[in-house]
């Protein structure tokens, strides 16, 4: 099986011809960009946020989507020009090296998967809510089931699935923005504006409140990248890319900052219903729009299997960039029908796994996995920023036709958005909480390019 070397272009086919599907229509991309936005971090996770900074969780999240929005323009650029299943796994490697690309990949492969269980468990919840006596074990098979089975067929069919589930989101999140503008002026049917009643104690627990919903803002905004994987098996990548990537500043204002905006101006932030039910579900309820609350619980559940779905899709396929370059078990490589059909049942596995984890070892196995994966992102929109830094001046000297989309006053914003990532780990080490998931990245991050340094060692002596 052909490998890259660490300058190269990561092979797109495997000996005798075979390679990932290009089944992914332009419409399944645009909507998997769309949606890939709304996640269920934004839906499930954003009340926390909200009870720790107060109405200040608007800033908290135009914060953290100013650094998105440029972590998705590098990713983008790179993507554009080098289109690759490993996205900034493989980008990682051709610019610092296979342990980088090594070290990113899986540290993102377990999240990816604990991220699985972990909604698969969450939907199941909801689920359970409308069919008490129901084992939620029995919901969180048949969701693994149904979802492995669509990503073991033809790739085409997480896309469709992935369109209809994106669909729904932004059209749900659409009108939800449509009813709480109209309640803020005033003019919906049976509801009066709250004026700025609710936003007088706009940093209800100061700067340390402020810090906490910006902590809790980075990390919904996770899932941005699955779009970058899915434009390899697209039938035009560059373009894929480059209209997702063009598209992330607007959606992110519109979908994170206004719904955040439209939810403190009309419920107190101090709501208990903002954690019980979740924002979206508490901001309906309060106004009075009859089952319009049980509607949203469908669009989080919606957004959760949406999640599980991408997720698995996500994690097989950096598992399968991986293998293909030298970077792991040959057996992950295998291609059925353009599928990676072992990597992806592996990947549903180590998913069930975590599931199981969460009903035999809730008080340490699987708090400790949890804690290993928290802040595993912003080690790889690290590896992107490093990543890009490297590579621009790389595709500047010897293929500048490839800047499709090019990296916003390179290298300056680069350098401000490394510098953003920096400030967002001193504010982990300062948390007790977030000091401990801190940690244990950081020592799975470590202990992964040990690994890939060694391994990049042994094959070089080869």
Partial sequence: MPTSTTTG???????????????????????????GVIGAGLFVGSGAGIAAAGPSIVIAYALSGLLVMLVMRMLGEMSAAYPSSGSFSAHAERAIGPWAGFAAGWSFWVLLCTAVGLEGIGAAHIVQGWLPGTPQWMWVALFMVVFCGANLAAVKNFGEFEFWFAALKVGAISLFL???VLAIAGVLPGTHSPGAANLGDFMPHGNQGL??????????YGGLETVTIAAAESENPVKGVASAVRTAMWRIALFYIGSMAVVVTLVPWNSSELLEKGPYVATLDH????????????????ALLSAMNANI????????????????????????????????????????????????????????????????????????????????????REAPEKLVVRMWAFPWLTWVALAGMVAIFVLMAREPDTRVQLCSTGGMTLFLAAVGYLWQRVRAKR
């Fill in 9 to 35: 272009t990561p092979p797109q086919q495997q000996e005798g011809g075979a390679s990932l599907s290009h089944g992914l229509k332009q419409r399944h991309l645009s909507m998997i960009a769309l949606g």
């Fill in 287 to 302: 106004l009075g729009i009859p089952g319009a609350g049980q509607l949203m619980n469908v669009v989080v559940l919606v």
């Fill in 313 to 396: 899709y996500g994690s097989s396929r950096i598992a399968y960039s991986l293998v293909e370059r030298g970077q792991g078990p040959k057996a992950l490589v295998k291609l059925s029908g353009g599928v990676p059909r072992i990597a992806v049942l592996t990947s549903c596995f180590f998913g069930f796994v975590c599931v199981l984890l969460s009903y035999w070892r809730p008080n340490d196995v699987f708090p400790w996995l949890l804690n290993m994966i928290g802040a595993v992102i912003l080690v790889v929109w690290i590896f992107i920023a490093v990543s890009q830094l490297l590579l621009r001046r790389r595709i500047e």
């Fill in 178 to 180: 449509i009813l709480g």
């Fill in 211 to 220: 810090l906490v919903g910006l902590l809790a803002s980075v990390f919904a």
